[in-house]
């Protein structure tokens, strides 16, 4: 069973920025991916990468502000989080792929297709 560990959530102003980070256990993923859940809302993505390239995807709400990149060797992804807004308050989840790897354009973004998840994050922005 691989266990996810996020760290780096917290309490920031609008516009201000955190860096998140997600270490799991062993590595036999094919990629790994961030999720929000505000509250009453329903889980979203938010961004994935894929490691046999390197590639990345991110949702059109954190295009330009949000970035994933990770460390295949260290089973860590780190999400950096800029010019954040009180929207983006949510319960952040880190997730890892089954070994089926995508490539082209093919990317994970469905929650489906990820088969570990960590416990969570709160970040919280104020206006």
């Known amino acids: 069973q691989v266990q996810l560990a996020e760290s780096g959530g917290g309490l920031v102003q609008a516009g201000g920025s955190l860096r998140l980070s997600c270490v799991a256990s062993?590595?036999?993923?094919?990629?790994m991916g961030w999720f929000r859940q505000g509250l009453g809302k329903e889980r979203e993505f938010v961004a994935s990468?894929?490691?046999?390239?390197?590639?990345?995807y991110s949702a059109d709400s954190v295009k330009g502000r949000f970035a994933i990149s990770g460390d295949n060797a260290k089973n860590t992804v780190y999400l950096q989080m800029n010019s954040l807004k009180p929207e983006d308050t949510a319960v952040y989840f880190c997730?890892?792929?089954?070994?089926?790897?995508?490539?082209?354009?093919?990317?994970?973004?469905?929650?489906?297709?990820?088969?570990?998840w960590g416990q969570g994050t709160q970040v919280t922005v104020s206006s």
């Open positions: 997730a890892a792929t089954a070994v089926t790897p995508y490539s082209g354009d093919r990317y994970y973004t469905q929650a489906f297709e990820f088969i570990y």
């Open positions: 062993e590595g036999t993923s094919a990629g």
């Open positions: 990468i894929r490691w046999m390239d390197g590639r990345t």
